[in-house]
């Protein structure tokens, strides 16, 4: 295999050593080889350019995911360069994109080694990973259309994103039948909103056909939308975290309800408790009928799209809820552009689980500064002070 790339003769003749029997020559336009090479540094674009231009698989080494690493990054993604072939340095290995390890990292961990170029360039040759710019993408939950017109992926989320409820799917995988047992029959799941039997559980008033979610948000005298841009972004953690600093209650529309276990230990407790309320976009359950504030949670999938409509057009303020891993980064950059784009409002983009000075705050206020007027990243309790004071007290 021939690999090319733009450095010194001695170093393509200490790598071809190195990593014999591949043989590494000079990037150039026109030069011949079976893949190509631009590393970070200051000849960066101009070497991606070329190598795109040469019609072979291209391996990005983009180094440490920072804000450099990152833009080496989004550059290789708009060239069409795929996800596996963008190499970052991680905890101790060389991994691509998505995070898959690659190979392990040179000197303790800290460099990209050329055993681990080759690798990414052999799987690039053998698997014809050529670079391929996106003219058409297929738009996500949050990119389709306004609220009230957001498309739910059939699907449900992408394979191998992390669940921040993981004991609740670890309880549902238990109790299902072993092999060979007989499965308990099942009652069908309502359709509307989960409802509680007053009756048989004090406290919790049954609101089936009684109150309607854009009652509930009537009654309210300020109401924060939160809405989660992509599916890697937290925005459980942010809206419960919000509520919890100017002592507002977290209503939570989404297709079923997750979010309750900050609350209580079942649904019933965390609904109880007045501090948090649930909608699966039809009647809302709820132990507290006038709440002086809401923070509302908004899941895009959520069944009724009519309700999207409702809480965007009851809203007071509006954040997006973006992720802080590079998939979440630009998935998100992508859905906050078409959201301005269509002229919807939005006064606050949070970053979920970094704190304010983080560089991926910055990446979005790079992109978004002059058009969103909040962007920060909340890691602990006292940095929703910001939030509070900008998404709450402002104009009351």
Same mark, same amino acid.
């Given at each position: 295999?021939?690999?090319?790339? $733009? ?12 990593? &014999? ?8 336009? +026109?030069? &011949? ?40 990054? *989004?550059? &290789? ?8 072939? !963008? ?10 994109? %998505? ?18 170029? !080759?690798?990414? @360039?052999?799987? &690039? ?30 699907? +449900? ?13 670890? *309880? ?18 309502? @359709? ?5 039997? %007053? ?47 100017? =002592? ?33 976009? =039809?009647?809302?359950?709820?132990? *507290? *009928? ?10 895009? $999938? ?10 965007? +057009? ?14 979440? !980064? ?25 704190? #304010? @000075? ?26 929703? #002070? ?11």
């Amino acid at each position: 295999m021939r690999v090319l790339l $733009n450095v010194s003769k001695e170093k393509l003749a200490m790598f071809s050593r190195a990593a &014999a029997p591949t043989e590494f020559a000079p990037l150039a336009e +026109g030069a &011949a080889g079976d893949a190509a090479v631009a590393l970070r540094g200051a000849g960066f674009v101009a070497d991606l350019d070329t190598a795109v231009g040469l019609g072979v698989p291209v391996v990005v080494v983009a180094g440490m995911p920072d804000g450099e690493g990152e833009a080496c990054a *989004r550059a &290789a993604l708009e060239y069409g360069v795929p996800g596996e072939c !963008v190499l970052f340095l991680r905890n101790g290995k060389v991994v691509d994109l %998505a995070g898959n390890a690659v190979a392990p990292a040179a000197r303790g961990g800290r460099a990209v080694g050329v055993r681990a170029v !080759v690798a990414a @360039a052999a799987a &690039a040759v053998e698997r014809g990973l050529l670079p391929e710019p996106v003219v058409w993408e297929m738009p996500s939950p949050m990119e389709s259309a306004p609220p009230g017109g957001v498309t739910a992926d059939p699907v +449900g989320p992408e394979p191998g994103l992390d669940d921040p409820y993981p004991a609740a799917d670890a *309880r549902e995988a238990a109790e299902k039948p072993a092999d060979g047992e007989t499965p308990r029959r099942e009652e069908p799941a309502p @359709a509307a909103a989960p409802k509680v039997d %007053a009756a048989v559980k004090p406290g919790i008033p049954s609101l089936e056909g009684e109150l309607a979610l854009k009652d509930f948000l009537t009654a309210a005298h300020r109401v924060v939308a939160v809405f989660r841009a992509v599916e890697e972004a937290d925005s459980a953690t942010v809206a419960a975290g919000l509520a919890e600093a100017c =002592g507002a209650v977290h209503l939570e529309v989404a297709p079923k309800p997750r979010a309750f276990r900050r609350y209580g230990e079942s649904l019933e407790e965390a609904v109880n408790s007045g501090r948090y309320a649930f909608c699966n976009g =039809g009647n809302v359950q709820t132990a *507290r *009928r006038d709440p002086d504030l809401l923070v509302v949670e908004v899941d895009p $999938n959520v069944p009724e799209r009519s309700s999207l409509d409702d809480v965007y +057009g009851r809203a007071d303020k509006v954040a997006h809820v973006v992720g802080h891993d590079f998939n979440g !980064v630009e998935k998100s950059k992508r859905n906050v552009r078409l959201w301005l784009e269509n002229g919807w409002r939005l006064d606050a983009l949070i970053v979920d689980r970094v704190p #304010d @000075a983080s560089h991926v705050v910055e990446i979005f206020k790079g992109t978004f500064g002059t058009e969103v007027g909040l962007i920060c990243g909340v890691e602990g309790k006292e940095s929703f #002070d910001l939030l509070v004071e900008k998404l709450v007290e402002e104009e009351n």
